[in-house]
């Protein structure tokens, strides 16, 4: 499964020697020809379509990101239209580029 944190910048705090995360950045995803166009069927999630298209339910934020939905839902409507890129690898090396430089 792709863990988007196991290549996460780590900080350390100069006081407290805290170590945290360094917020991600997400890239824009472009709307592509070959793009599927998935429509929701009732009980269907994010990390259940990212399986779905993907094979890996951690993916589940590139169908949100591409269709601007709200990343703290993974609940999705019947019936809605969703754009799936197919292109996947590009989008996570676009990610990789954002957050390790």
Same mark, same amino acid.
Do not use: C, F
């Given at each position: 499964?792709?863990?988007? #944190? /196991?290549? $996460?910048?780590? /900080?350390?705090?100069?006081?407290?020697?805290? !170590?945290?995360? +360094?917020?991600?950045?997400?890239?824009? *995803?472009?709307?592509?020809?070959?793009?599927?166009?998935?429509?929701? !069927?009732?009980?269907?999630?994010?990390?259940?379509? $990212? #399986? +779905?298209? #993907?094979?890996?339910?951690?993916?589940?934020?590139? *169908?949100?990101? $591409?269709? !601007?939905?709200? @990343?703290?839902? *993974? &609940? =999705?409507? $019947?019936?809605?239209?969703?754009?799936? @890129? /197919?292109?996947? &690898?590009?989008? =996570? !090396?676009?990610?990789?580029? =954002?957050?390790? &430089?």
């Amino acid at each position: 499964m792709y863990n988007r #944190y /196991k290549e $996460a910048n780590q /900080k350390t705090h100069p006081d407290t020697k805290k !170590r945290y995360y +360094k917020p991600s950045l997400y890239p824009d *995803i472009e709307e592509k020809d070959t793009d599927i166009i998935h429509t929701v !069927r009732p009980g269907e999630r994010l990390d259940l379509l $990212a #399986y +779905k298209y #993907y094979g890996d339910v951690g993916l589940w934020w590139v *169908i949100s990101r $591409a269709n !601007r939905l709200d @990343p703290s839902d *993974i &609940g =999705l409507d $019947a019936s809605t239209e969703l754009r799936i @890129p /197919k292109e996947v &690898g590009e989008v =996570l !090396r676009a990610y990789k580029s =954002l957050n390790l &430089g």
